[in-house]
């Protein structure tokens, strides 16, 4: 499954996002350091269900839909915060910085309000700088990678000594942080450094080779959480002139929890990601929870039309990623799995899979014994090679079942 990580200095909201997104209810506080472990969940994106298209009713088995959005689960990985020195050890960094490389994409959280001073203490709104605590956090990063090249110098040289090419040598010993072969290559390239001798690389070039494979193995949202409060406008425009490189997505965490909590008490009628929230019955709410839901739409909602937490999943999986919703089905005439299931599944899928590749997704024997795929929409036959697209709903036909 999909793995979305969050990072970010301490008190910016990440177990707020994590819980809203995931429903769980893990510690959220105002102190710094609240999160100790490394904690995941469920969570789900959400792209428009073919069902409509078809003209059916489905019964979703492994996603949901909902006013004819389907709801993808992926696994969302809430991360203790980072400060200054983290890659030394510090504080909870270490733990911190092996978890955050098992990730596919990052979520690097701050808060646009500014109210978290340099130690992660709470602040008043303004007088911290977001700026600053992106760079600081990209920082450790980088310098936890490189530490990492720098420790493994001498097994390097050796692996480079012994025939091997220095893509390979450093890939080898990389591959724990879920990097692949091409970015080890990519960031070589971009640093400069295919044709530098490995012995004669400065800690300069080992921060810069680091930096570049932070950068293409890892890709990375800004979310600049907390913007209902003061000053976070303001920062928000900043960020965005600042990393104009990395897309800033505007959020309130807490905004998105207020909401989904008050859905799931039936208070409220709110598909995530939706624009708009309905209130079911306005003589149920008590005093806070008519306040806390008009604080959501006077802060959130009439600004920025969403509180971005769906959003920025969504936009992590569906555009740094690429991937890719495929609908699966037994039955090409009826769209159903065996049971009789309309549109059971929808599976997310690289940018680069075949059909081959769902066919192991659904089952490993399938993928053995596959002849060829159908398109269902056009009932055109396709190779195993078929590089699947978007919404694409296919049968796999393979010989034990012929
Ligand atoms: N106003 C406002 N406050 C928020 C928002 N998101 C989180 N907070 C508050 O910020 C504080 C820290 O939230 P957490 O979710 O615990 O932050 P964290 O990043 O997980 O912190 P650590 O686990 O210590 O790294 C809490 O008091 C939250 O209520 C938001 O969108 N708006
Ligand atoms: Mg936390």
């Not at 003209?55 to 991360?79: Q, T």
């Not at 490389?101 to 500014?114: E, Q, R």
């Not at 070589?188 to 810069?208: C, H, P, T």
């Not at 659904?362 to 697209?389: C, F, N, Q």
């Amino acid at each position: 499954m999909v793995l979305i990580g969050l990072i970010g200095k301490t008190n910016t909201g990440k177990t707020t996002f994590f819980n809203a997104a995931t429903l769980l209810n893990a510690e959220i506080a105002n102190y710094p350091f609240t999160t100790k472990e490394p904690e995941q969940g469920i969570a789900y994106v959400r792209s428009p269900c073919v069902c409509k298209e078809l003209n059916v009713k489905d019964n979703p088995r492994n996603s949901a839909c909902i006013d004819g959005w389907r709801f993808i689960p992926i696994e969302v990985m809430d991360l203790p915060g980072l400060i200054k020195g983290a890659w030394t050890g510090r504080g909870l960094g270490n733990q911190f910085l092996q978890a955050a490389a098992m990730a596919d994409a990052l979520l690097h959280m701050v808060d646009a309000s500014g109210s978290i001073d340099e130690e992660g203490e709470i602040a008043k709104p303004g007088t911290g700088d977001p700026l600053r605590d992106v760079y600081d956090v990209e920082e450790e990063i980088v310098l936890w990678f490189a530490h990492i090249v720098d420790g493994n110098r001498s097994r390097i040289s050796k692996l480079v000594a012994g025939g091997k090419r220095i893509e390979d040598a450093l890939y080898q010993v990389l591959s724990g942080l879920k990097v692949k072969p091409q970015h080890v290559k990519q960031a070589l390239q971009k640093a400069g450094l295919e044709e530098v001798d490995f012995k004669g690389w400065r800690w300069e070039d080992i921060k810069s080779f680091s930096y570049h494979l932070r950068m293409v193995s890892k890709p990375t949202l800004i979310i600049a959480n907390k913007m209902d409060l003061p000053y976070a406008e303001e920062n928000y425009q900043r960020l965005v002139e600042e990393f104009g490189h990395t897309t800033v997505i505007p959020c309130s965490a807490e905004a998105e929890l207020i909401l989904r909590r008050a859905e799931q008490k039936g208070l409220i009628r709110y598909v995530p990601g939706g624009e708009i929230f309905k209130v079911i019955d306005e003589s149920k709410l008590t005093e806070k929870q008519r306040w806390a839901l008009d604080y959501v739409e006077r802060r959130v909602i009439n600004k920025y039309f969403r509180t971005g937490v769906q959003f920025a999943l969504n936009f992590a999986v569906f555009k740094l990623l690429g991937m890719n919703t495929v609908y699966p089905v037994e039955d090409e005439r009826k769209l159903a799995d065996s049971k009789g299931n309309v549109l059971p599944d929808a599976f997310l899928v690289r940018p680069d899979a075949t059909a081959l590749d769902l066919a192991r997704m659904i089952h490993s024997e399938l993928a053995k014994t596959m002849l060829y795929a159908i398109d269902v929409r056009t009932g055109l036959r396709l190779p195993k090679e078929y590089v699947l697209r978007d919404r694409d709903v296919i049968k796999i036909v393979s010989a034990r079942r012929k």
